[in-house]
């Protein structure tokens, strides 16, 4: 998409010594440090899977600077990746922060050339995941997240968008298949067969990870949720919507690291965040010192899913009833109050549908990420191997029943229950 | 997509005198003609409904030219289009012509700038919907018409292609977006609404037409498709596949005309392609001079039918079975007998998904011809209007089963069933 000579000529890697020069030249970002370049401190965070990450703070404020490897950062050189990705990254974050206003990071700079974006320094936030793994509340999250999901997902969808706009959009993103791949791979085929990245919890989980490989059911399952990944162009996702991807404080939500997006199902999104707020509530008892001690932060992280997928319905019907101006489901079809009323009956089977995707797909989330090659801090961080090992059995069990049984769960109480269950199972090596 | 610049330029729309000069100076075409351009006869045959089509021949040959004019033909300057529709056509016969080798027009000649297409003159061929309305049958065209959809079909697909390669791909048909718009509109919106183009056979389907504007389910169902239609990037298709975009000869069978290509449902050129032999079937008692005298045709017309769905599922199947190359349903998933075997039953799931797909917008297909913009032959050359109505009337009855309740339908045997009851229907209005 972009041309290669140009990328060849201008990128350069910048290392932390030269980053305060690179952000003097940035009108936006030396405004936001404040004072001279010379007193501003850079770090290097790069706690991401992909990229380089900066910190830079001054007297004034603190940007953060992602810039893109031409390789996976976490394997290294023999994994190449298309620096483009920023590009796609931008691009999203732009859309979501006219879509969902104030719940992403404020971009201050797009270097094109450089493969890098300044954002605002997103401070003191933490990532969600630790914020959850330290049992801390977040009473804005559920409400924050709902509101994400719905108005990224509805204005980027057919019901809101009219065709020719929609279909300028995907093709936008096309462009992104390097990323779309990592997904079709990690997620939808290698952790259901032998892979050389795929790790688990050795010995305990082996034969559940054999029995996974040889599961045939289940591998119909994944198989029908990857065609929807690869064919189905409802809205543009954000395409790594995990609670590692959600920056937060009591009192603010900030979703991060779109450079996954596309034009994909709305319900990879949706059961991204539900399989990691599911597999912190199974990772819950493992963090016990001791017995029982929380429950009370299990409890709590359940109602927020629960309220996130409550208030996703409610907000996406909301403004299906308020800005329907795509081109399908056209309101002329639906006049007065009885097609407004018979509409409305659809508009309830649409978002069943569309629960059941998500359902599906939040099987797939948790699965990769016990039997894949990324995992999770809500499990990595619980020490004695065994006891992970029984929250992660207890995750797979979950996991399989939303891949092989989507249909049976009609709502999310019914996921609930499911993940309730699961957390009383004892697995036999335990 | 393409400079607007360079169409000021360039394109200026060929008068049937100046074509056999332009044509002198394409040298694959002055070849296929033989002789001197002087000793060409040229005439516009101009019965498509949006382009110019000029016939030219020679002392050795033919060709068949289209060029694109920069409004709709049938309606007038008042309907503008892009021009480029013509470079959509192009991209879909050259991969079509790859895909389905013999089942196209042979391309000779693309001229971007001037939008046009010179192509092979398809002699003695007629519009495959003349020759059913005559009577003819046609001993190869079940098996060509489902080889044709199976192959472009099936290798466009996630079946057969990489995703990084499909993505591309959508990519590029993602600016016919105008033509889109006119399937959107013309067959999955203005039939069940007021709508200035709609027309009918009045006054017999008055009743009829205003009950489809009223009918809440209908319009449920119809939505339901047009929402597949504007998000389901299933394969690579014709978009435009009813029986006047088939040229035959009892021995040779080539389906033109694909301007309305890009990647969408495959269950809309299955169901086009139905839709049409089952208006035939219905029409055809309108056309008989004594009672009785074209049973057989309507026999044979139907037989057709149903080969066309037999032979396409099962070479889709053996098409699947041998060439899995694509991303979706990876073989590696499915290792051994047993694997195999559990794939072929998903694969059994998978085509009925599609059929249902395929009911549902042959439905659609039909009602859009009666109650919209453009009509068939098949009903329109039966003179009398009462008559005609009969015969239409019943075609819509079929339609709305079809279109909502298209999950009774599991086989094309259950379509054809009611093909047969709606045969035998008298509306009240004869």
Request: charge should be neutral.
């Amino acid at each position: 998409m972009k041309g290669s000579r140009q990328e060849a000529d201008s990128y350069r890697r910048l290392s932390q010594a030269d980053l305060a020069t690179y952000l003097a030249a940035v009108p936006s970002a030396r405004k936001r440090l404040g004072g001279e370049s010379s007193g501003w401190s850079v770090r290097e965070v790069g706690d991401g899977n992909l990229n380089l990450v900066f910190i830079a703070k001054g007297p004034k404020g603190g940007v953060a600077v992602k810039q893109a490897l031409p390789f996976v950062r976490l394997v290294g050189e023999s994994w190449p990746l298309p620096l483009s990705r920023v590009d796609y990254e931008h691009l999203a974050l732009t859309q979501q922060a006219q879509l969902a206003p104030g719940l992403v990071p404020e971009v201050l700079h797009f270097d094109e050339a450089m493969k890098l974006i300044v954002m605002e320094l997103l401070e003191p936030h933490i990532i969600l995941r630790r914020g959850l793994i330290a049992g801390t509340r977040y009473p804005r999250l559920a409400e924050d997240l709902a509101v994400f999901l719905a108005r990224t997902l509805f204005f980027t969808s057919d019901l809101a968008l009219q065709a020719a706009e929609k279909k300028e959009r995907i093709a936008a993103f096309a462009g992104n298949h390097a990323l779309c791949k990592i997904t079709e791979d990690l997620i939808f085929t290698d952790p259901y067969r032998l892979a050389e990245q795929n790790r688990w919890t050795e010995p305990y989980l082996n034969s559940i990870a054999e029995g996974f490989r040889a599961d045939l059911d289940l591998h119909v399952a994944i198989s029908r949720l990857k065609l929807k990944f690869l064919s189905s162009a409802e809205a543009m996702i954000h395409g790594d919507l995990h609670t590692g991807s959600v920056m937060v404080t009591p009192d603010d939500t900030r979703v991060i690291d779109p450079e996954f997006a596309f034009y994909g199902p709305m319900g990879f999104d949706v059961g991204a965040l539900i399989a990691n707020f599911l597999m912190n509530f199974l990772a819950n008892e493992g963090h016990e010192k001791n017995q029982g001690e929380r429950e009370d932060h299990g409890e709590w992280v359940l109602e927020t899913t629960q309220e996130i997928c409550r208030r996703f319905r409610a907000k996406f019907l909301e403004l299906w009833r308020s800005h329907a101006k795509g081109d399908a489901y056209p309101t002329c079809l639906f006049p007065g109050a009885l097609g407004e009323a018979r509409l409305d009956i659809e508009r309830q089977h649409y978002m069943d549908r569309l629960f059941q995707d998500t359902v599906g797909f939040a099987g797939a989330k948790i699965v990769r990420r016990i039997l894949g090659l990324a995992h999770n801090i809500d499990f990595e961080w619980i020490e004695d191997k065994a006891r992970r090992a029984t929250c992660e059995a207890r995750a797979l069990r979950l996991a399989r029943e939303l891949l092989v049984n989507a249909s049976s769960f009609t709502s999310i109480e019914a996921v609930i229950a499911a993940a309730r269950v699961a957390a009383w199972w004892k697995p036999g090596f335990t």
